[in-house]
């Protein structure tokens, strides 16, 4: 979570942006996180950064026997960055 959080914010920096008001992360298919460990995980690593209270939306990657064919299927991606720019 600390690299999502890190990466997000690398992006907000560069952007010149005040605040991160949501992230949209793709859960891998073969991952064994549950969406709402992720998102106690995410609220606890947010606290005082720039992603404070941003809205976290989770998409989720082909599941089953398709998962196999997915490179990414055992990981978690930050696939989207909403920033609050002046």
């Known amino acids: ?16 942006a005040r605040s991160v008001t949501g992230l949209t992360i793709r859960i891998g298919g073969l991952s064994d996180v ?8 995410f609220r606890i690593a947010a606290a005082g ?3 404070e209270g941003a809205r976290l939306e989770l998409e989720h ?8 064919a997915d490179p990414d299927a055992r990981g978690i991606l930050l696939t989207g ?4 720019v002046d």
Not at 61 to 68: K, N
């Open 34 to 41: 549950s969406e709402s460990h992720l998102r106690d995980h």
């Open 49 to 51: 950064t720039l992603l």
């Open 81 to 84: 960055v909403d920033l609050e």
């Open 1 to 16: 979570m600390a690299r999502l959080i890190d990466k997000a914010a690398e992006v907000a920096r560069s952007e010149g």
């Open 61 to 68: 990657g082909p599941q089953g026997e398709a998962a196999l």
